[in-house]
């Protein structure tokens, strides 16, 4: 049978995270079809249609879809489910806010971020912050799943599927989109880098993060990160935070700047290929996943990090 | 307007679990156990409104063992009015959580069900979307802001990329965020003053709900490893072995 894949995107472009989603979807064994809802969305559908290995894209282009509300989208999904086995998106936070209503309603026990498919019906997935991975087996007839991207490499492109348009569902009308404070940035984004330069709350101040992380994370073309201290204390915007709450990463290069290294913030970031920390205590448990460290004050460490590199990238 | 409050036991956020060398669970034998941090951030948006006057009772439910009542005990001793424990050994799945939760709602009748976003156990992040699906209301995940306008509820969620305004029809679904609040301490007179206050007991029978899990958990294993790596003595040679050694620069 078949395996449906929600879309993250902006309508205008598609987001890394559904090429990386669409990998674990295609591991279930499935003839897999990439739903896009939204507004003006045709330029997302398309390039979904260049996915390797997806049969079909399904685009469903209306007003209700436009913002991601989660009761539109879910009747959507719900309208949609009888011609599925498995309902699969990324864990964005637009696929962690629908999934688990349209698992409801299908009376279905949903496999939050999983990390591998053992088999078509048995995951792995993280539980206590990534400190113990569990393997599950659905009981479910139809699995409704959300995916774990820093798990999965990006499946490619080369495909050429057909976009068929599929009607909307309805709105239920109890839910309206008032505004939205999307951070325009010239930086990857956070969970597509290869390298991320992260700041905690040795920082000090948002004056502060402009002035030696922000400079450091472009001199290396890298996203910016942040601990859950530098974003309550509001030296960094809340889309920033990396860790069990926040986004889950695993980028070439992770430097750790001036954080501690709490349980919550390594279970969004242990998985980078290779993590640098900055830190003065040496005792910081960052340094126990750290490939290389150096004990010191950032104050100091940074602009010296930033002349190398300059050095070294001539 | 009733507000319900969901609050989940949990192993205490400072804990680091260890994973029973059998493979068989994570071990909790004499382990802290706490309210679910982001539940504590709930009890407390709750309890704001109610000093605002917008709201005028607060009810605690929790879902769980015996000892799920002292879970309840704090949310009393924070300033909630009163406690539901359902009674339950073993694993809960969001899911059965959600379908008793219904059934709550239908005997409280509350204006608002504030959870937490996510149990920091089984970082589900599911039973707050589960029961406004169940009960046919609207959903404010992930609430950073929370303003409760001519009987609208008007949130402010963090997304991906920053932040997002919504309005909600009442009554509604809304689960928080860190940043929603910062809960408060219990004082001392108020932890006493808890003892007093009423907690009922039901068990999911009582709002026929089969709890039987739908996931079986196979197998619980430690993740990979990371080895600690070496400590440099410069940035020079840092920079030399993340060019050299690396090859990521
Ligand atoms: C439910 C819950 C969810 C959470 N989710 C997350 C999450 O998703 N992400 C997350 O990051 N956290 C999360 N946390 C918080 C986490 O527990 C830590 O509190 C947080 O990660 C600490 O941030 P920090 O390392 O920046 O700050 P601190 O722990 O205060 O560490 C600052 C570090 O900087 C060092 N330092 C100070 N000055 C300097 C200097 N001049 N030069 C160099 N080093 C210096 C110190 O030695 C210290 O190690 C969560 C907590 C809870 C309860
Ligand atoms: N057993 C439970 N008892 C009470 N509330 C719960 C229980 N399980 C989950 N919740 C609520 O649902 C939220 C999200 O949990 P989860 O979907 O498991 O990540 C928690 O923060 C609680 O508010």
Not at chain 1, 32 to 38: D, E, K, N, P, W
Not at chain 1, 261 to 267: M, P, T, V
Not at chain 2, 157 to 162: A, K, L, P
């Amino acid at each position: 049978m078949t395996t449906l894949l929600l879309a993250e995107h902006n309508n205008a472009t598609l987001n890394g995270a559904t090429a990386k989603a669409l990998t674990c979807a295609i591991a279930l064994g499935a003839p897999v079809h990439i739903l896009v809802a939204g507004k003006g969305a045709k330029a997302a559908a398309d390039a979904a249609a260049t996915l390797s290995g997806v049969e079909k894209v399904l685009l469903a282009d209306d007003d209700s879809y436009a913002h991601g509300l989660a009761e539109p989208l879910a009747d959507l999904i719900v309208s949609l489910a009888p011609g599925y086995d498995a309902i699969v998106g990324p864990s964005t936070s637009l696929a962690k806010n629908v999934l688990p209503r349209v698992a409801a309603l299908l009376d279905v026990m949903q496999v939050s971020d999983v990390m591998a498919v053992v088999a078509p019906d048995t995951f792995e997935r993280p539980i206590y912050a990534g400190n113990a991975i569990q393997t599950v087996k659905s009981t479910d007839a139809k699995k409704v799943m959300t995916v774990r991207t820093a798990s999965f490499s990006a499946t490619g492109e080369g495909g050429s599927a057909a976009v068929e348009s599929v009607a909307a569902a309805g709105n239920p009308g109890i839910s309206t989109f008032l505004e939205e404070a999307i951070s325009a940035s010239d930086r990857p984004e956070l969970t597509a880098a290869k390298i991320i330069v992260s700041g905690g709350r040795a920082v000090g101040s948002r004056e502060k993060f402009a002035e030696l992380i922000e400079p450091l994370a472009d001199a290396l073309g890298a996203a910016v990160g942040a601990s859950r201290a530098a974003v309550d204390a509001g030296y960094a915007p809340n889309d920033w935070q990396v860790g069990q709450t926040g986004k889950v990463v695993a980028p070439e290069l992770y430097i750790a700047l001036g954080i501690s290294g709490a349980i919550q913030h390594l279970a969004g970031m242990k998985d980078s290929k290779v993590i640098v920390a900055v830190n003065k205590d040496e005792e910081a448990p960052i340094f126990q996943v750290a490939d290389y460290g150096i004990v010191g004050d950032i104050n100091t460490v940074i602009p010296e990090l930033k002349a190398e590199i300059a050095k070294v990238k001539g | 307007m009733k507000i319900l409050v969901p609050v989940k036991r949990v192993v205490d956020y400072n804990v680091k679990v260890r994973v029973k060398s059998d493979g068989s669970g994570v071990e909790l034998a004499n382990i802290k156990m706490s309210m679910n941090p982001f539940d504590e951030i709930a009890v407390e948006e709750a309890l704001r409104l109610k000093e605002a006057g917008k709201a005028t009772e607060v009810v605690a439910v929790s879902i769980g063992p015996a000892q799920a009542s002292e879970t309840l005990r704090t949310a009393l001793a924070m300033g909630a009015d009163r406690g539901i424990l359902v009674k339950v050994d073993g694993v809960v799945e969001p899911l059965a959580v959600a379908k008793i939760l219904k059934g709550v709602v239908a005997e409280e009748a509350p204006g608002l069900v504030i959870l937490g976003k996510q149990a920091i156990d089984d970082d589900c992040n599911q039973t707050g979307q589960m029961l406004a699906a169940l009960l046919g209301w609207p959903q404010g995940t992930f609430a950073s802001k929370l303003a409760i306008e001519d009987g609208a509820v008007v949130v402010t969620r963090e997304i991906d990329g920053g932040l997002q305004t919504i309005k909600l029809n009442s009554p509604a679904i809304i689960t928080t965020d860190l940043r929603l609040n910062e809960p408060r301490y219990a004082s001392l007179p108020n932890i006493m003053k808890a003892k007093k206050k009423p907690i009922g007991e039901k068990t999911p029978a009582d709002y026929g709900v089969d709890v039987t899990p739908r996931l079986t958990v196979l197998k619980t294993a430690e993740p990979a490893g990371r080895k600690a790596g070496v400590k440099v003595g410069s940035v020079g040679e840092l920079v030399a072995k993340l060019k050299d050694e690396a090859g990521v620069l």
